[in-house]
Nanobody
């Protein structure tokens, strides 16, 4: 069972990046979530997508700029990040959950069962 996040890098404000999260060894997860953690800050839920019906959720700070999508055939989830800002700088990790605990809990990290290793996104001029 493995989640592999990739696609991070150093970009300038206003640029775009697409992160990928490849799941291997299991396919019966219910939801994939993206979280981020900046230095000195708590982990923050960025977005999640339901594998069964494609429902998506976003954190307030990224709404309108980030888009989550999935390719179930390839078991890869994507996070398209546009108009990046310096405050988006963080280590981004993807996580998978076998169960759904309601739309109000999508960003509760303790409810996710598996975690990838994270990819660093740095937004700086």
């Amino acid at each position: 069972v493995q989640l592999q996040a990739s696609g991070g890098g150093l970009v300038q404000p206003g640029d775009s990046l697409r992160l990928s999260c490849a799941a291997s060894g299991f396919t019966n997860y219910y939801v994939i979530g993206w979280f981020r953690q900046a230095p000195g800050k708590e982990r923050e839920g960025v977005s999640c997508i339901s594998r069964s019906d494609g429902r998506t959720f976003y954190g307030e700070s990224v709404k309108g700029r980030f888009t989550i999508s999935g390719d179930n055939a390839k078991n890869i989830m994507y996070l398209q990040m546009n108009n990046l800002k310096p405050e988006d700088t963080a280590v981004y990790s993807c996580a998978a959950a076998y169960n759904w605990y309601g739309s109000g809990n999508w960003d509760v990290s303790s409810l996710y069962d598996f975690w990838g290793q994270g990819t660093l996104v740095t937004v700086s001029s």
